[in-house]
Every structure is written in structure tokens, then in C-alpha cells.
């Protein structure tokens, strides 16, 4: 096992804390981490990509998982397959396409693990359908507080506490999913443009669900008339009996050009204050919603570019600037459409440099005691961290989104306050009483869980 003391930061390259960093090579070194943490505890991590503060743990130890990835063999007659915590969405689904089955949940980055997707309880753009991706295990592995390795099952407290609990009850080890069959490695893709917020929403409950997975562009910076004006793309599993000359007419690999992951400045460093401006996202806003097609069905497209066409960009972080990008993650329910049109307008009024905006609707709550996704509309941007009053302008969305009865994604905030979080997330007080019970010296800790008193 490799151990060094290394500064972390979240995706999004804010508040950088210290810690030393355990790189086991199986449970039982992992364990002996737990079992030898020190008075700051520790916090399990994967591959870096929750935008905030959910894996450092300053002054304390962080148990690196990515080295745990070993992938079982899939169990036709069941629809399952074993694997490690730290197995890449990316990598599953590389190995389970070919074999003709698709991982149970995919959200719109392929480079986050197995444990982070049950810690985070990752919501898909087929939520409506499928829930998160917690609610798609069958069993878990979890080390616990004492060392011990415990299998834990769907319908169980602690299985509900470790599902979007943020590593906060224990490390996922591994988990056994349920599996989705699909004859192709092709989605069949609509796309269609909407002036504004209204005809978006329209859009998206005209077709029902069937076209299972749907999400769109938002347009933050459009004002007037135009508020909210967005890019709705929705899909479903192409069969094998479509017609190959429609094939033939579209691109079916994934765009070349930069690496994955590459940064889109190489070799240049984040700079002061990015380049992200008002009046250069709103030009990037309005190419990309002009670019887009009014109205276009049947467009056949990898598997892999639907799901996760940003993870064959560059990486775009530099352009946030020297202190980063927040990313923010709201949900509120159906009948409260108003505070979302009340957000979206308070963010263009602001011009806000918003050029990554993603609306979804979500389905039935999932059980976990602080999953994320419930009945209603998401919407999650990113933005500059170094923006002036920032955080201001989203303590007081904060406060409308409550009063409104939604909440934040906490796996993806790096700067709410803790009073705020318990207005949200009614069953906090029962998480922390079952966190108490597992574990009353806090063996898990993280910045996040510190700074929110989770």
C-alpha cells in the first residue's frame, strides 16, 4: 500500500485541504486504515470528480480506492455483475456493452466509480424510470467503523443511511448491480430547440416517457422573451432491425480532437480571472443554440457519446480562473415550476457566466436518507467560484429553493451553510442519529461533513 500526505481538491478545484492519502491493494490493507485512522478520521475517495468538499478531509487520512477495481463476471440468468468500489462507470460499461448489457444507471460522466455512484446515489437521465443509481444494487460491501467488512441489502437502515450518505456510514468495498439488456450499442436521439423556459418544460412532458431518457441545455444567459430558452435531446436503445443506411449518414464514434481530460489551454495555468465573461458565455450560448437543429428524430449515436459526450472535451476547469467553479444542483417539485422560473430569471438578470446548464425531471423519491433526486424539476450549472458576491446571490437561491420544499445536491455543493441543509433534507436528524449508532467515535469524516455538521 502506497501512502503520501498530498493537497485535494474536488472537480471543481476549490478550497484545497491536506491529508494523507492510503492507496490500498485489497480490503484487508484498507481495513488496517480504518482500524489505524487517526483523530480527524478518514474519508473514502475515488477519482476526484464530486465538484466539492465530500472527499478531502483536512488534517486526516483519505483511503484512495481507485486501485480496487476488479470487474466479476456477469450473471446472464440474474442480469447482474459483482465488482470493486473503485471500477470507473466508464470502464463498466466498456466491459458489460459488448457482452450486450448496460450498466443500471448512467449519469453524465463516465469517469466516476462504482463507490462514488452509491455514495452519491447518482441520478441518470432516465430517473423517471430507473431512480438513482443505489436503488439499481443489490448488495453492497461495506467496511464500517470497527473493520469489519458487512454486507448490507436493499431495505435495511444502513443500507438507506450509505446510499447518497457521502461516505459518512462507511467505504464501499464493492456492490453487486442489476444489469439492463440492450441489442445495440446505438441510442436513437430527438432533438429539438425551445424559445423558452415554458416551451422547455412543455417539451419535456409532451412525449410522456416514451423516450426513456431525456435531458436538456439550458440557456442561463438568454433575457427577455428568450428566459430559459434550451436544447432538449431524449433518447432510447436502438434496435438491431434499424435501417443501416440511416446509420451510414451519421457519425457513430465519438468526436476526435483533444484527449479526454486534456486541458482545452495546455500547458497554461488557470488564469486569474478565467476567461469565462458575461459576454463570452452569452456568445458561446448563442452559437450553440443557434447551431442546434429546430427539430431532428432518429439521429443514431454511440452509447457512450449520449451518455457522456462531455467526457470527449477538453478539460474546460481553466477557464473558471485561478479559484475555481462551483457547481450548483437544485431540485424542486412539481407545482413549484414558479421558483424555477423565478432562479432562471435571477441568473440572467445577473449575467451570470452560465455556459454549462442541464435541466431534468425526476421520478419518485429514492430511498436514501439523503439521496438527492425527488419528484420534480433539476437544474445544475456551473459557474466561477471567483465571481463577485457569488455566494451571497446563492445563499439567497438557497433560501428560495427551501422555502419552496426542494433542496441541494449535497454531493456536489462546496459552500452551503448547515442551518440551510436542514430545512432540505427532512431525514437528517435520523442519518445522524444511525451514523451515532454505527460509529460514536466518527471514524468517517470529511471536510463536507465538518462544514455542514452532517
Same mark, same amino acid.
Given at each position: 500500500?502506497?501512502?503520501?500526505?498530498?493537497?485535494?481538491?474536488?472537480?471543481?478545484?476549490?478550497?484545497?485541504?491536506?491529508?494523507?492519502?492510503?492507496?490500498?491493494?485489497? =480490503?484487508?490493507?484498507?481495513? !488496517?486504515?480504518?482500524?489505524?485512522?487517526?483523530?480527524?478520521?478518514?474519508?473514502?475517495?475515488?477519482?476526484?470528480?464530486?465538484?466539492?468538499?465530500?472527499?478531502?478531509?483536512?488534517?486526516?487520512?483519505?483511503?484512495?480506492?481507485?486501485?480496487?477495481?476488479?470487474?466479476?463476471?456477469?450473471?446472464?440468468?440474474?442480469?447482474?455483475?459483482?465488482?470493486? @468500489?473503485?471500477?470507473?462507470?466508464?470502464?463498466?460499461?466498456?466491459?458489460? *456493452?459488448?457482452?450486450?448489457?448496460?450498466?443500471?444507471?448512467?449519469?453524465?460522466?463516465?469517469?466516476?466509480?462504482?463507490?462514488?455512484?452509491?455514495?452519491?446515489?447518482?441520478?441518470?437521465?432516465? =430517473?423517471?424510470?430507473?431512480?438513482?443509481?443505489?436503488?439499481?444494487?443489490?448488495?453492497?460491501?461495506?467496511?464500517?467503523?470497527?473493520?469489519?467488512?458487512? &454486507?448490507?441489502?436493499?431495505?435495511?437502515?444502513? $443500507?438507506?443511511?450509505?446510499?447518497?450518505?457521502?461516505?459518512?456510514?462507511?467505504?464501499?468495498?464493492?456492490?453487486?448491480?442489476?444489469? /439492463?439488456?440492450?441489442?445495440?450499442?446505438?441510442?436513437?436521439?430527438?432533438?429539438?430547440?425551445?424559445?423558452? #423556459?415554458?416551451?422547455?418544460?412543455?417539451?419535456?412532458? @409532451?412525449?410522456?416517457?416514451?423516450?426513456?431518457?431525456?435531458?436538456?441545455?439550458?440557456?442561463?444567459?438568454? /433575457?427577455?422573451?428568450?428566459?430559459?430558452?434550451?436544447?432538449?435531446?431524449?433518447?432510447? =436503445?436502438?434496435?438491431?432491425?434499424?435501417?443501416?443506411? +440511416?446509420?451510414?449518414?451519421?457519425?457513430?464514434?465519438?468526436?476526435?480532437?483533444?484527449?479526454?481530460?486534456?486541458? #482545452?489551454?495546455?500547458? #497554461?495555468?488557470? *488564469?486569474?480571472?478565467?476567461?469565462?465573461?458575461? @459576454?463570452?458565455?452569452?456568445?458561446?450560448?448563442?452559437?450553440?443554440?443557434?447551431?442546434?437543429?429546430?427539430?431532428?428524430?432518429?439521429?443514431?449515436?454511440?452509447?457512450? @457519446?449520449? $451518455? +457522456?459526450?462531455?467526457?470527449?472535451?477538453?478539460?474546460?476547469?481553466?477557464?473558471?480562473?485561478?479559484g475555481g467553479l462551483v457547481r450548483y444542483r437544485f431540485t424542486v417539485g412539481?407545482?413549484?415550476?414558479? &421558483?424555477? +422560473?423565478?432562479?432562471?430569471?435571477?441568473?440572467?438578470?445577473?449575467?451570470?457566466?452560465?455556459?454549462?446548464?442541464? *435541466?431534468?425531471?425526476?421520478? !419518485?423519491?429514492?430511498?436514501?436518507?439523503?439521496?438527492?433526486?425527488?419528484?420534480?424539476?433539476?437544474?445544475?450549472?456551473?459557474?466561477?467560484?471567483?465571481?463577485?458576491?457569488?455566494?451571497?446571490?446563492?445563499?439567497?437561491?438557497?433560501?428560495?429553493?427551501?422555502?419552496?420544499?426542494?433542496?441541494?445536491?449535497?454531493?456536489?455543493?462546496?459552500?452551503?451553510?448547515?442551518?440551510?441543509?436542514?430545512?432540505?433534507?427532512?431525514?437528517?436528524?435520523?442519518?445522524?442519529?444511525?451514523?451515532?449508532? +454505527?460509529?460514536?467515535?466518527?471514524? $468517517?469524516?470529511?471536510?463536507?461533513? /465538518?462544514?455542514?455538521?452532517?
Amino acid at each position: 500500500m502506497s501512502v503520501d500526505t498530498v493537497s485535494l481538491t474536488g472537480w471543481g478545484r476549490t478550497a484545497p485541504t491536506t491529508a494523507v492519502r492510503f492507496r490500498p491493494r485489497g =480490503h484487508e490493507e484498507a481495513a !488496517a486504515v480504518v482500524r489505524g485512522r487517526g483523530p480527524r478520521g478518514v474519508i473514502a475517495r475515488g477519482l476526484g470528480r464530486s465538484p466539492g468538499d465530500a472527499a478531502q478531509n483536512a488534517g486526516g487520512s483519505v483511503l484512495d480506492l481507485s486501485g480496487l477495481a476488479r470487474i466479476g463476471g456477469v450473471d446472464a440468468a440474474a442480469g447482474v455483475v459483482r465488482c470493486d @468500489a473503485g471500477v470507473s462507470l466508464e470502464r463498466l460499461l466498456g466491459v458489460l *456493452l459488448p457482452l450486450g448489457w448496460l450498466p443500471p444507471v448512467l449519469p453524465g460522466t463516465g469517469r466516476v466509480t462504482v463507490g462514488g455512484a452509491i455514495a452519491s446515489d447518482l441520478p441518470g437521465p432516465d =430517473h423517471r424510470l430507473a431512480g438513482s443509481f443505489a436503488r439499481q444494487v443489490s448488495a453492497l460491501e461495506l467496511l464500517t467503523a470497527d473493520g469489519e467488512v458487512r &454486507t448490507v441489502l436493499p431495505g435495511t437502515a444502513l $443500507f438507506d443511511a450509505t446510499a447518497g450518505g457521502l461516505g459518512l456510514t462507511g467505504v464501499v468495498l464493492g456492490a453487486t448491480l442489476r444489469l /439492463r439488456r440492450v441489442g445495440t450499442g446505438l441510442m436513437s436521439v430527438s432533438t429539438e430547440r425551445a424559445g423558452d #423556459l415554458d416551451d422547455l418544460l412543455a417539451r419535456f412532458t @409532451a412525449g410522456g416517457d416514451r423516450l426513456p431518457y431525456a435531458s436538456a441545455w439550458v440557456d442561463l444567459t438568454a /433575457r427577455g422573451r428568450a428566459t430559459g430558452r434550451g436544447i432538449l435531446t431524449r433518447g432510447e =436503445h436502438a434496435t438491431p432491425d434499424m435501417r443501416p443506411a +440511416h446509420a451510414g449518414r451519421t457519425r457513430l464514434s465519438q468526436r476526435s480532437g483533444a484527449a479526454p481530460g486534456r486541458s #482545452l489551454l495546455p500547458g #497554461l495555468p488557470p *488564469l486569474p480571472g478565467g476567461l469565462l465573461g458575461p @459576454a463570452a458565455a452569452a456568445l458561446c450560448n448563442e452559437v450553440r443554440y443557434r447551431g442546434s437543429p429546430r427539430a431532428r428524430t432518429g439521429e443514431l449515436r454511440p452509447v457512450s @457519446a449520449f $451518455f +457522456h459526450s462531455s467526457d470527449a472535451l477538453p478539460d474546460v476547469r481553466p477557464l473558471y480562473g485561478r479559484g475555481g467553479l462551483v457547481r450548483y444542483r437544485f431540485t424542486v417539485g412539481y407545482g413549484q415550476e414558479e &421558483t424555477l +422560473h423565478r432562479v432562471v430569471r435571477r441568473i440572467a438578470a445577473r449575467r451570470s457566466p452560465a455556459v454549462r446548464a442541464v *435541466l431534468q425531471r425526476f421520478g !419518485a423519491a429514492d430511498p436514501g436518507l439523503l439521496s438527492f433526486a425527488a419528484p420534480g424539476w433539476s437544474l445544475e450549472l456551473d459557474l466561477p467560484a471567483a465571481l463577485p458576491g457569488l455566494g451571497r446571490f446563492l445563499d439567497g437561491v438557497d433560501e428560495e429553493v427551501a422555502a419552496a420544499g426542494g433542496r441541494v445536491c449535497l454531493a456536489q455543493d462546496s459552500r452551503m451553510r448547515p442551518e440551510t441543509v436542514a430545512a432540505m433534507y427532512p431525514r437528517l436528524a435520523e442519518f445522524r442519529e444511525l451514523r451515532a449508532c +454505527h460509529d460514536p467515535a466518527g471514524a $468517517f469524516r470529511s471536510d463536507l461533513s /465538518r462544514r455542514l455538521g452532517l
